[in-house]
C-alpha cells in the first residue's frame, strides 16, 4: 500500500478503523501511519491492536456502548476525514453467541456508531465511508451459517441506504468493498478504495447485482 496516490489522499488526515477484523485492520494501520494519516482504531475490549496512534475499546454487540463511543468520538476529535469498517468475526465463534449477539456485533452496534459520527464527517473534501464485506454474503450459504451472514447482508443493505442518502450533498462519499477476488489482497483493496473513491468494488462474478471491478 506504499503509493504516492495514498500518501496525497491520507497525510493530514484522520482516519478511524472500526470491526473485528484484526489482521486487516493492524496492516492498514501500519501503511496509513506511513503515508501520514493520524489513524485512529475501534477494538473489541478483548483484541490488543498494534500500531495505532489511539484506540478506543468498545464491544459492537453492545449498541448503547456504541453510541457512547460515538459521542466520545465527537468530543475528542472535531473532524473524521475517512472512516473504515473493516467486519470480521467476534472473539468467540458464531455457534457460541445467541442470534441477537450475532446481529448486534455486525449490524445494529457498527451502524449505530456509523449513525453517532455522522456529525464529524465533515471536511474542506468530502468525507470517506468505506466498508469491507464478504462477497459470499450476496450467495447462498448453508443454513447453520444463515444467522452470521444475514448480520452482515443487513449492514450491507442499511450502508447502501445510507450510500444513497449521502451521494447527493456533496459532504461524504462512500465505498463498499466486497472481498473473494481469487488472490486479491484486501489491503490493496482498501488502498484503491481510500485512493480512487469508487462506489464498489468487488469480484467480477457480482456483476449482475451491479457491482464493478477494479482488476486485482
Known sequence: MNDTRLRQAVSGKTVLLTGTARGVTEAVTRHLTRAGAQVLVVAHPSHRPTGATAVYRADPAIPAAMRGLAQRLLDEHDRLDIVIHAAGTPPRPASCHGVQHTINTHYVGPSALIRGLL?????????????VLPAHIRLPLPCRWGGHRASKAAFDTWFRGL?????????ITTTTVYTGLVRADPVALIRDAITLRPRRIAPWWL??????RLGR
Open 207 to 212: 456483476r449482475t447485482t451491479g457491482a464493478s
Open 163 to 171: 450510500a444513497t442518502k449521502t451521494s447527493g450533498h456533496g459532504l
Open 119 to 131: 456529525p464529524a464527517l465533515r471536511s474542506r473534501d468530502p468525507a470517506h465511508l468505506i466498508t
